[in-house]
């Protein structure tokens, strides 16, 4: 998992160089301070050499700047490397996000998404970087000041790291002990993003239903979860990283007491031990950045799980590839279709019907009956389980999704509106539309006159989901979307539900010039709204139980019969 980050970087192989060069040469002027105090021991005091004083202190003084200004710069560019990882990453889990199946969405949160790609993809891409930066200049300060070490005197030095072999134990198997607890962190963590997405989502039915105590437990128990889990690990750090620095302690005693020994045996001078004092602090540095690389590896690395296993899941079959017809007549045929969303009760079974270019066919029955079910296989949100769906004879699992959603208007129940400008929720549909093509779709649908009202017209930001707008007005805008367009295939679940009386005929009349020469699918309840349809296809239990026009069924006195009468009362 890390070798596949780190090959992340072969992009910018150039910035990962320029921060390895750094930390070498910021990491090498270590070794000028420790070889100033023993030359001030050895030299300046042990020889008297007064003349020596400033030239020594300014070389000392000179190699701290030189390394901060190094420091400086790594630190920059390393964070430059950062934040352009970051931001590629972002992008590339969410263009793959867009190409997953619908089904996959149904199946996930979306608050636990969007943890992903906010909270992991900088924690995976920060294990890159501290591997470039901190743990890469650690290893090179330690390996530089170990050797330099050994070269002054190897016995004072065997003695020095006499420790280390027990801290690289306990560090290994603590790691491999706390890797699993970071990923039940990260989870619980992803857990209560989901449980604040939702509850914000869902603000106005929380207090309208005053459930604001109730939500708030939700919320608290989500959090007091994240925090148990985040605490099982911080209680292992709590007693490992103590215990560390523990040992490196007592490490400096027992170099310092064995080197006084040497030095009174005449085997070093005072200079060499100066040297191992000041040069102690640079070789357990390193050590005391195991604990926080530590966290940072091993939440990184279970980001990096989490983000990967989105990546590495397969994207939406026949998403580009695949047959795009030259022109489009619109003959659609279910040919004893079925489907399941759970794979276990069927939402429709053994739906058969056609619909002729430029036909419209009414879908009703009651609520869960499979209406939108159908209008799902249509756009290819879908497969079928059983059957085929076919375009002008072509079965639509051979179709490109992307052609036939691009020749494809859908005005779902829910009239979703991105929180942006009115305008490019309009162009959507067709980028390059003028504004006065996107003014006659807004007065086609009899949207026109309250978006000219707006102070900022077509300009208007419409808010998250809509929300500025009644439901309505952005069913209309949704209309509008659609007739912009233009498409061969039009699917309207509930089009006109939340229009008033006068609204509805007028939107409806706009809608039958819509229909005009392609093929409809029309979702209504209010069975008013397709009378004139060509085909009416009723529906009950997920099955095709009556087809025909309004009259005929009338006369059958079935189950259209008996809406029709409900709707009438």
């Known amino acids: 998992m890390f070798l596949r980050l780190l090959r992340r970087t072969a992009r910018y192989r150039a910035r990962a160089v320029l921060v390895f060069l750094l930390a070498v040469i910021g990491t090498a002027l270590v070794l000028v301070l420790p070889a100033i105090a023993k030359q001030f021991t050895d030299v300046v005091i042990g020889e008297g050499r007064r003349d020596l004083v400033i030239p020594t202190a300014l070389i000392g003084l000179g190699a701290i700047v030189l390394r901060q200004v190094f420091l400086s710069l790594r630190s920059l560019a390393a964070q430059s490397l950062e934040a352009q ?3 590629d990453l972002r992008v590339e889990l969410y263009d793959k996000l867009q190409r997953l199946p619908v089904r996959w969405f149904d199946k996930n949160a979306s608050g636990e998404v969007m943890s992903r790609v906010a909270d992991d993809v900088p924690a995976m891409d920060r294990v890159i970087v501290e591997g470039l930066d901190t ?12 050797a330099a070490l050994f070269w002054q005197d190897w016995k004072l030095a065997l003695v020095t790291i006499a420790p280390l072999p027990i801290i690289a134990l306990i560090t290994y198997y603590y790691s491999r002990f706390s890797e699993p607890r970071w990923r039940e962190s990260s989870e619980a963590s992803a857990a209560l993003h989901s449980q604040l997405h939702d509850s914000l989502s869902g603000i106005r039915q929380i207090k309208v239903y005053t459930d604001e105590p109730e939500a708030l437990n939700r919320f608290e128990d989500a959090s007091h979860v994240s925090r148990r889990k985040y605490m099982r690990v911080m209680k292992g750090q709590a007693i490992i990283w103590p215990g560390i620095s523990m040992l490196a302690e007592c490490g400096i005693i027992a170099m310092v007491a064995f080197g006084a020994w040497r030095v009174l045996n005449g085997e070093i001078t ?8 000041f040069a102690w602090g640079f070789i357990f540095d390193p050590i005391s950045k195991i604990n926080p690389l530590t966290q940072v590896f091993n939440r990184g690395l279970v980001s990096a799980m989490r983000v990967f296993e989105i990546l590495d899941r397969p994207e939406e079959s026949n998403l580009v590839e695949g047959l795009k017809l030259e022109s489009v007549r619109g003959q659609i045929e279910f040919e004893k279709v079925s489907f399941s969303y759970d794979d276990e009760t069927p939402a429709i079974e053994g739906i058969s019907f056609a619909a002729a270019p430029g036909q419209t066919i009414a879908l009703v029955g009651p609520t869960g009956a499979g209406k939108s079910t159908l209008l799902h296989l249509l756009a290819r949100f879908y497969e079928p389980s059983k059957g085929c769906i076919t375009l002008d004879g072509e079965p639509l699992k051979n179709l490109s999704k992307e052609w036939l959603r691009d020749h494809t208007g859908y005005v779902t129940q829910d009239s979703f509106l991105f929180n942006t400008t009115l305008r490019e929720n309009l162009l959507l549909a067709r980028q390059n539309a003028s504004d006065k093509e996107l003014w006659n779709a807004l007065e086609s649908a009899n949207a026109a006159d309250f978006v000219r009202q707006l102070p900022e017209g077509l300009d208007t930001l419409a808010g998250e989901r809509g929300i500025r707008f009644s439901g309505g007005e952005k069913q209309r805008l949704s209309i509008a979307r659609a007739l ?23 939107v409806q009349n706009a809608l039958e010039h819509l229909r005009a020469d392609r093929t409809s699918f029309v979702i209504a309840h209010r069975l008013s709204t397709v009378r004139s349809a060509d085909l009416i296809c009723v529906l009950e239990g997920g099955r095709l139980v009556e087809s025909g026009s309004h009259d005929e069924l009338v006369a059958k006195g079935g189950l259209y019969a008996r809406l029709s009468k409900a709707t009438m009362r």
């Open 85 to 87: 990882l970051v931001h």
């Open 135 to 146: 743990a890469l200049a650690a290893i090179l300060q330690f390996t530089l000041i170990l």
């Open 270 to 277: 005072e200079g060499v031990l100066f040297y191992f004092l």
């Open 484 to 506: 912009l367009k233009n498409p061969p295939i039009l699917l309207l679940d509930e089009a006109t539900s939340a229009l008033d009386n006068e609204t509805e005929r007028l």
